[in-house]
Structures are given as structure tokens and as C-alpha cells.
């Protein structure tokens, strides 16, 4: 009598704790696929909710209650959490290349790693700011200068942001609230917000680019439109008091204690190796399965994937709504059946916190001022995503 075969187990491999993977594997936990063996691998044990990112900052949210564990995450879906760097893809072989262990196998992979800014090539910048991404490094950096100024309240502080896009926009105005909180009221305090266009949010309708700009100024953040900062120095080389120089090419330059640099998204270097088809900034291009183009066993989601049909700005609500569609499409392959195709809202709602308090409404052409009810319901909506994984979890 021949000993009965075992079941064979496909692998199924998710990089990156995004948005779109935290609901996959949430949506796993409670559907299982059947003799499927799930690896999350990540750089960190938690992962940020972007929509309550500059409400943390703000000081509305503690830490935990913007992040989703990742390992109790994995423990409810039966996923191997390996907390790991991706280097390499071995797609001949199916294999995935980390820092810091040996390879692992998969049969369908899918890639969910968000994205990093821009390359720093302002001169000697790289040394002396603080990325907005990775996220885990941008609040390592903040939580140190709330500390600092909590030490010495009396203390004039100057910071900068670099990148007047949404995210500079929406960091800078959550920044001042919370230090003006904390500062001592005689303390003198000086935000400056540099873009090198002339228009805030460019990419946003000209409504609320005209709206962003009037709250900023009357918060008495300084804004530098149209300056393309050239270099960043520390002032000691100056032969002035400890801080840094930020030089433009207008000649401008201003002193400031800290510089955050929030400039254009894109991908790691890593991926260009990979044989995997990409756009021209290097994210990887999928169809609107959310399937590779050049390889039918990988797939992405979020920042780090370009929808050849539908291009989309790099936005954490389109990750949240790929999720879904994301984890159906893995489990039609997995099993053999024919994918189905997602396609993206053209527009979206768009809730902007203010960092008082109050929320910006926005939805291509329409637009509604600063309200303080637009904040509970942009907090009642964020606070309800994060309760998907609080309840099962059991936080």
C-alpha cells in the first residue's frame, strides 16, 4: 500500500506591510485559502496608517492607534512574518533576496512596499534632512525635537519642510499646531514651506491650492513658492550658532534647526534588477488585474505599482481601495481561475487635516473651508478603518 501524498502547499509571498497587504491579510485571517502558505516579510514589526499620519504628528492620535501590528496581523491570517529588507528578486527561480536571511521560495508574489522620496540631489543635503519616508524614521526624528523642546520650552525654534505637494502641506500645518501647543507662548516659532513650483498642491485644483495657501499664511508659516533649494549646510561652517543653512537658487537662504524633505515619490533601486517591467520612475507596472505586465506570478498594489490603464496619483486611498480587489485576484490565481479587472475612481474625496482641529474638504472642482465637523468625519472614517483590525486582533 502506497504511503498517502501530501497535499502540495503553494507559497504565497507579500512584500511590504502596506495598505493593500494589512487588508489582504486581514481578508485571509477570515477566508483562508486552502493548502496556501503565506510569508509577509517587512522592514518593520508595525505599520503606519497613512490617513492618521499628520493627526499623530498633530498630537490627536498616540502611536499605536495609527499603526497596524503587523504581527498580530500575521498571526491571524497564519502568515510567516519575517521583518527583513527585500534586495533582490530571483524571478527565474522564484525566489525572494533579503539582507538578512536566506531566500524565499514563492509561487505568486505580490508587492506592496510603498514608496521613498525622491533621490536627495541638492548638495550635501542628504547629510543634514530628515525623509518623510520611511515613516519609522521621519517620527524617530520628530518625537526627539518634541522631547527637546518639551526640555526647553522658552527656546526659539525654526524648522523647514521641502515639498509643497499635499503631504508638505498637510505635515507643515500638523507641525506648527502641535509645537505651538508645547512651546511657551513667549517662544518664537518659524515654520518655512519651500516649493519649487509657484503653486502650492499643483497637482490639486486651483481652489484649493488658493485655500491652502491662505490658511498657511494666516497660521504665519512662511512660504517660499517658486525656490529651488540648491543646498542644505550646517551653520557652524558658517561660522554662526549650531542649526543648518538652507540655500535656494535665487540666492535666498534662510536658518532653520531641523529640515524635513518631502519631494516626489519613487521606487528603490532594487527593483530595477529585477526584470519586472516598470514605468519611467521606476514603479512597477501592472494591469488592471494588478498583475505585472511582464511577469503573470507577481503582483502590486499601492505606491509602488502603476496601473498602465489608469494612472493615479501616489495616494494611500487608492492603496486601501486596492486591498480588496488585491487579495480576490491572488485567490483566483492561487486557485486557477480567471482574474478580474479593477479600475480606479477618476476622483476621490479628499479630507485634509489642518493639525487644529479642522479638515479641508476636497473633490476636483469643489472644495469646503476649514470645519471642524469635516474632522470628525474624516476622524470617525479613519478611526472606523483602523477598528477592521483592532476587533479581530482583539486590541
Known amino acids: 500500500m502506497q504511503p498517502e501524498k501530501k497535499p502540495i502547499c503553494k ?16 481578508m485571509l485571517g477570515m477566508n483562508p485559502l486552502p493548502r496556501v502558505c503565506v510569508t509577509l516579510i517587512s522592514t518593520n514589526s508595525d505599520t503606519p496608517y497613512s490617513g492618521m499620519l499628520p493627526g499623530h504628528i498633530a498630537g490627536f492620535y498616540s502611536h499605536n492607534e495609527c499603526h497596524i501590528d503587523l504581527r498580530l496581523l500575521s498571526q491571524f491570517a497564519h502568515a510567516q512574518f519575517y521583518v527583513d529588507r527585500v534586495i533582490n528578486l530571483d524571478l527565474q527561480n522564484k525566489k525572494v533576496i533579503c539582507a538578512n536571511r536566506p531566500a524565499v521560495d514563492f509561487d505568486v508574489l505580490s508587492v506592496d512596499i510603498g514608496s521613498t522620496p525622491a533621490k536627495i540631489s541638492v548638495s550635501d543635503a542628504a547629510e543634514y534632512v530628515v525623509p518623510a519616508k520611511p515613516v519609522s524614521g521621519l517620527l524617530k526624528h520628530w518625537y526627539q525635537l518634541l522631547r527637546n523642546v518639551e526640555k526647553n520650552p522658552q527656546k526659539p525654534l525654526s524648522i523647514a519642510i521641502a515639498g509643497g505637494g499635499a503631504g508638505g502641506v498637510e505635515l507643515a500645518l500638523s507641525m506648527e499646531a502641535q509645537l505651538q501647543r508645547i512651546l511657551s507662548p513667549s517662544a518664537m516659532l518659524e515654520v518655512h514651506l519651500f516649493q519649487r513650483d509657484r503653486q502650492l498642491m499643483s497637482k490639486h485644483h486651483h481652489s484649493v491650492q488658493r485655500l491652502v495657501e491662505q490658511i498657511l499664511t494666516q497660521r504665519g508659516i512662511k512660504l517660499h513658492l517658486g525656490e529651488n533649494v540648491t543646498q542644505v549646510i550646517p551653520l557652524a561652517e558658517t561660522g554662526n550658532q549650531q542649526g543648518l543653512q538652507v540655500k535656494c537658487e535665487s540666492g535666498l537662504t534662510v536658518d532653520c534647526d531641523k529640515i524635513f524633505w518631502v519631494t516626489q515619490a519613487a521606487a528603490p533601486d532594487w527593483l530595477k534588477s529585477t526584470g519586472l517591467r516598470t514605468d519611467e520612475r521606476g514603479f512597477i507596472l501592472v494591469a488592471d488585474t494588478l498583475q505585472s505586465l511582464s511577469h503573470p506570478d507577481v503582483f502590486a498594489a499601492g505606491d509602488i505599482a502603476t496601473m498602465i490603464n489608469h494612472p493615479r496619483p501616489k495616494a494611500g486611498v487608492f492603496a486601501v481601495r486596492q486591498g480588496k480587489p488585491l487579495y480576490q485576484n491572488l485567490r483566483r490565481y492561487l486557485l486557477g481561475q480567471p482574474l478580474k479587472a479593477y479600475v480606479p475612481q477618476k476622483k476621490y474625496l479628499s479630507l485634509i487635516g489642518t493639525g487644529d482641529g479642522s479638515a479641508i474638504a476636497t473633490r476636483g472642482a469643489f472644495t469646503l473651508p476649514p470645519n471642524k465637523l469635516l474632522w470628525y468625519w ?9 477598528e477592521r483590525f483592532s476587533k479581530e486582533l482583539g486590541n
Open 11 to 26: 507559497n504565497l509571498v507579500l512584500i511590504g506591510g502596506g495598505h493593500s497587504h494589512a487588508i489582504v491579510l486581514r
Open 378 to 386: 474624516k476622524d470617525w472614517l479613519d478611526r472606523r478603518f483602523m
